[in-house]
T-cell receptor
Framework: KQEVTQIPAALSVPEGENLVLNCSFT??????LQWFRQDPGKGLTSLLL?????REQTSGRLNASLDKSSGRSTLYIAASQPGDSATYLC????????????FGEGTQLTVNP | NAGVMQNPRHLVRRRGQEARLRCSPM?????VYWYRQLPEEGLKFMVY????????ESGMPKERFSAEFPKEGPSILRIQQVVRGDSAAYFC????????????FGAGTRLSVL
């Protein structure tokens, strides 16, 4: 059974700081890994999708890496802004017989002005 | 091009009532997934449907919960005889294929059971 863990559960940083969010998964047989952002009372916004054959993906100030063999991914946010405050969710799609995303519990990020 | 539409956004029910949550997938998508997010928890898969078929319902509670995706109209998640523990945010996602990439999520329905 796939389990996804995110550390830390909450993080508070001053504006401008670079930060790293961590995600680990127990079953390395994944098809892809996806990072989402969730704002309070809102739905999920996909940030980055990494295929299992890829090592990283970048979008603007965001960079996600994937080490499939060790079951780890990181989301790097450069020059954080108050608008980055949200919950960040990591999710994996299994390689075989999969029909769903397995989510971690998220990291709640607060960027203080 | 409208995204995944869920309604209602907020739903209040008393214990024992029925809750019906609706999800209209993105145009051209024929795969629908329902997830539940309990307070202070991550999203948990409930059910995966294609038009007129339930493909995987392994995440659905055995009793009181059912889902459908008819040939015409939205997908419906139905909860009978709601209890306080059903209070949660219910999210629907849709995709154009079976393999997870590019699952697009709706804004969710927040169910409160009094």
């Amino acid at each position: 059974k796939q389990e996804v863990t995110q550390i830390p559960a909450a993080l508070s940083v001053p504006e401008g700081e670079n930060l790293v969010l961590n995600c680990s998964f127990t079953d390395s047989a994944i098809y892809n890994l996806q990072w989402f952002r969730q704002d309070p009372g809102k739905g999920l916004t996909s940030l980055l999708l990494i295929q299992s054959s890829q090592r990283e993906q970048t979008s603007g100030r965001l960079n996600a890496s994937l080490d499939k063999s060790s079951g780890r991914s990181t989301l790097y946010i450069a020059a954080s802004q108050p608008g980055d405050s949200a919950t960040y969710l990591c999710a994996v799609w299994r390689e075989t017989s999969g029909s769903r995303l397995t989510f971690g519990e998220g990291t709640q990020l607060t960027v203080n002005p | 091009n409208a995204g995944v539409m869920q309604n209602p956004r907020h739903l209040v029910r008393r214990r024992g009532q029925e809750a019906r949550l609706r999800c209209s997938p993105m145009k051209g998508h024929s795969h629908v997934y329902w997830y539940r997010q309990l307070p202070e928890e991550g999203l948990k898969f409930m059910v995966y449907l294609q038009k007129e078929n339930i493909i995987d319902e392994s995440g659905m509670p055995k009793e009181r919960f059912s889902a459908e995706f008819p040939k015409e109209g939205p997908s419906i998640l139905r909860i009978q005889q709601v209890v306080r523990g059903d209070s949660a945010a219910y999210f629907c996602a849709s995709s154009g294929g079976t393999r997870g990439p590019n699952q697009y999520f709706g804004a969710g329905t927040r169910l409160s059971v009094l």
